[in-house]
């Protein structure tokens, strides 16, 4: 049994995709940011970094993983699924997965924070967030014109990574007119299961877009 810590967000939607696409049984905690739950000691025990998502393998001596990436290598590795095993197939995979970790993830999670979150408007920061994020996407696009999937030919953790964050480029106000490969590959991913699951673990709650906003508003300001 894996013990699963999340919230609604990308980064836990991720793990969430990979626990369903691989059978892994898993207990979710569903973790309330806006509580700060995720900086209590109990959890910074299992994660330093007081963030979610995070793991602990009941079935490997209660080893816990954090970093969205890394969780996502470990239970590939676990399970021997959706990590080619050629090594060259596996480079290109695993890069992948660090261009939605270094890139992808950050700058759209800099465009949400300055376009949607910030008190102040900062025009400045607010266009290089959003150039830069449509500057990757354009790249993940460029891939995605030539293969199926991000790493070539078969579905892997990397797909996994990118998709919870390019889906809300309109929420991240990144334009993606033109990015046909990306829209298609998008709309594919959106028919799996174990995404429309991932979606709703945990659910979103009640609160509308805006009101979300508002809460976050406090939190990248604390
Ligand atoms: N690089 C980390 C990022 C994790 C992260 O930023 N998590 C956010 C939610 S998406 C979080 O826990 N925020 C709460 C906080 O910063 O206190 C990963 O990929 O796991």
């Not at 973790?31 to 209590?40: F, R």
């Not at 209660?62 to 095993?85: H, N, R």
């Not at 429309?196 to 009101?211: N, Y």
């Amino acid at each position: 049994m894996i013990e699963f810590y999340s919230a609604a967000t990308p980064n836990g939607q991720k793990v969430a995709i990979a626990l369903e696409e691989m059978g892994l049984a898993y207990n979710l905690h569903a973790m309330d940011l806006m509580a700060n739950e995720q900086k209590q000691p109990d959890f910074l025990a299992i994660n330093p970094n007081g963030r979610i998502p995070a793991i602990v393998d009941k079935d490997n001596d209660d080893f816990a993983v954090f970093e969205s990436g890394a969780i996502l290598l470990y239970l590939a590795e676990k399970t021997g699924q959706f990590l080619p095993q050629d090594p060259k197939a596996r480079s290109q995979a695993v890069q992948w997965l660090m261009f939605q970790m270094g890139g992808v993830g950050p700058m759209m999670g800099q465009a949400n924070v300055f376009y949607r979150y910030f008190p102040e408007k900062i025009p400045a920061a607010i266009e290089r967030y959003q150039k830069e994020s449509r500057r990757l996407l354009e790249v993940v696009d460029h891939q995605l014109q030539k293969h199926a999937y991000l790493a070539g030919d078969s579905y892997t953790v990397a797909d996994m990574a990118t998709w919870p964050w390019a889906r809300i480029h309109e929420w991240s106000g990144v334009d993606v007119s033109g990015l046909d490969a990306l829209k298609a590959w998008l709309e594919k991913l959106a028919e799996r299961p174990a995404c429309q699951t991932a979606l709703v673990t945990p659910a979103p709650g009640e609160a509308t877009d805006e009101e979300r906003a508002k809460q976050v508003r406090s939190m990248v300001t604390r």
